[in-house]
């Protein structure tokens, strides 16, 4: 599986109240959530967000609050995967659970800029930055989420395996 | 056998002899816990499972505080989602409004937590449980929704870093001066996915309050969790609220740490956390001039009984300054109750705070003293993050309670220790 698309970027420390703030987690629609995804770090990410499109970020993005409301606005925005130098680890296993694709890889990071046409191998690992033609190669899977993500999230896999 | 703390309660609970730094295990949880934000997710994956009953009705606890008492129509559908899971399933330990608080402090005071305990919470100051020897973490809610159809989840056991504690605090310093102290020397992502270990002679002279609030930022430096030894202070503590038998897990003589580091109690100053991140603490030779518009002492990490305590030394016989506006929320309706029983109200009120029902509310910015745009508030609450407590042009000034009532009472930062609090 590949996605392809135009790259958001992020710095350090993306916290899980600016992905989604908190005054709108009164609501778990996900189309509403996705409405105010990255709002109060970057108005312009709703306006124009497509399909497909990849966030880049630096170091622990996602961290904070255990809201997998976070990964949830992010994904129904039409993200296809996230790639940052390091993750917090709650949002981490959040995003293999509900099967939003997101990747470690910091010499990505380092280079991809913002609109940059990036596509991503989720097979290999391999990302591929298309406007500036550089190859980059993520670590892959540990095979227990990698069953995970083909199960199709955490839920699917439990229920598959009958939670022997 | 070289394993931490953490390693080898981890390994029992996945019935494994040992386990490695990186092993993936799927253990089983003895407590899985959700509150009235992360619950209605966790309860429609729940629905996937398709089965007539949870795992066990007695280790699910399920706690309506963060909106509530309901602020709003939205929030009270969702408090209503949870309620009706909780009837139709039989949840022994749903908490009403009137029996509700903030869950961080009601679980351990209920009872409902003991030492050597597996604790998965879909929330990420679940981590508080480590004052009492439990491994105790946050998760997402679809973690959370597994955890209650099967009474298990999975983990990547992890490295740990190990803070050995020496000495005491000096007046008016306590268990948050030296968390922020910490983040502040390590990182917001200082030990991202590992354990933090507290060891070593000064752990003696910490209350069981001071390591909750340890515990529970020990994710605002990117832990996994944060966990203490178990003593006196923490038998004592599981005697008067336990209803559940303690097992005491130690970490292996020569168990491999990732990092140790050394902290003399005695150097911990007055510490606060300057806007948007936690790490970003100073001292109060750096602090300047920062006047505040609000105070906020309360929350999972300081609404406990001791913190009030605190707080009403300090504003006894005085006025919070007319710029501020001053909330009080006592963590639980044991505290509010014990508070109000010892006279602390009395202080606060006649000094001009106002006292809450419990609720996170301030904390995340979802009611009961939201910022407007420019304004500041001195917080014992645990993120300060762009937006945190309203506004995203407001900002958070995380403290403990004695610089929050220091500085209600000047209208701008104050160290508790300085001039003639």
């Keep these: ?164 | 056998m070289k394993m931490t703390m953490s390693q080898k309660l981890l390994a029992s609970k996945a019935g494994l002899d040992s386990v490695k730094p990186g092993q993936l295990i799927m253990a089983n949880v003895d407590l899985v816990l959700g509150n009235d934000i992360t619950s209605p997710v966790a309860i429609a994956e729940f629905a996937k499972f398709g089965r007539k009953e949870v795992f066990d009705k007695e280790k699910i606890a399920l706690v309506p505080d963060h909106f509530a008492p309901n602020k709003d129509i939205k929030a009270a559908e969702q408090c209503k989602c949870m309620r009706n899971f909780a009837h139709d399933y039989n949840i022994t330990n749903y908490f009403e409004v009137g029996k509700m608080g903030i869950e961080h402090a009601l679980l351990p005071e209920q009872g409902l937590v003991t030492a050597g305990d597996l604790v998965i919470g879909a929330d990420s100051h679940t981590c508080t449980y480590g004052a009492l020897g439990a491994f105790s973490t946050g998760v997402g809610s679809t973690d959370m929704a597994c955890g209650m159809a099967t009474g298990k989840a999975w983990f990547k056991v992890p490295t740990a870093v190990r803070f050995n504690l020496t000495g005491k605090f000096n007046e008016n310093i306590g268990g948050k001066d030296l968390i922020l102290h910490i983040i502040g020397m390590i990182g917001v992502d200082g030990v991202l996915y590992q354990s933090m270990e507290f060891t070593g002679p000064g752990i003696q002279n910490l209350t069981i309050d001071d390591r909750f609030t340890v515990a529970n930022m020990a994710i605002e430096a990117g832990a996994k969790n944060g966990i203490f030894p178990v003593d006196d202070i923490t038998l004592d503590y599981l005697k008067a609220h336990g209803k559940k038998v303690p097992q005491i897990f130690e970490a292996d003589e020569d168990a491999v740490y990732e990092k140790v580091i050394e902290i003399d109690l005695s150097t911990i100053k007055s510490t606060v956390s300057f806007p948007s991140l936690p790490d970003n603490t100073k001292t109060p030779e750096q602090w300047g001039l920062v006047k505040i518009d609000q105070v906020v002492i309360g929350s999972c990490t300081n609404g406990r009984l001791s913190d009030l305590r605190k707080a009403a030394k300090i504003l006894k016989g005085k006025t919070i300054n007319s710029n501020v506006r001053c909330i009080i929320l006592p963590a639980t309706q044991q505290i509010w109750k014990e508070a109000m029983n010892e006279g602390l109200f009395e202080i606060f009120i006649d000094a001009g705070a106002i006292v809450s029902t419990p609720t996170c509310g301030p904390c995340l910015g979802g009611h009961m003293g939201i910022l407007a745009e420019g304004e500041r508030a001195v917080s014992t609450t645990n993120r300060n993050f762009v937006g945190r407590m309203g506004h995203v042009k407001s900002e958070v000034y995380l403290a403990g309670p004695e610089v929050a009532a220091a500085s209600a009472v000047k209208g701008y930062l104050a160290d508790p220790n300085e001039g003639d609090n």
Aim: hydrophobic fraction near 35%.
């Design chain 1, 1 to 164: 599986m590949k996605a392809k698309g135009k790259a958001y970027k992020y710095g350090n420390n993306v916290d899980t109240d600016v992905i989604i703030p908190a005054r709108y987690l009164n609501s778990s629609v996900a189309s509403e959530l996705a409405q105010h995804c990255m709002e109060d770090i970057d108005d312009t990410f709703t306006k124009t967000v497509e399909k497909g499109d990849i966030i880049v970020a630096d170091k622990n993005f996602g961290c904070g609050s255990s809201r997998e409301h976070a990964p949830i606005a992010i994904k129904e925005s039409g993200i296809s995967c996230v790639i940052a130098k390091t993750f917090a680890r709650i949002f981490y296993r959040n995003s293999i659970n509900i099967g939003l694709p997101i990747l470690e890889c910091p010499d990505a990071c380092d280079n991809i800029e913002k609109g940059d046409e990036v596509e991503v191998d989720f097979e290999t690992g391999k990302i591929t930055n298309l406007t500036k033609n550089i190859e980059f190669q993520a670590e892959p899977f540990p095979q227990f989420m990698q069953s995970l993500i083909e199960a199709g999230g955490l839920v699917a896999y439990m229920v598959k395996k009958g939670d022997k």
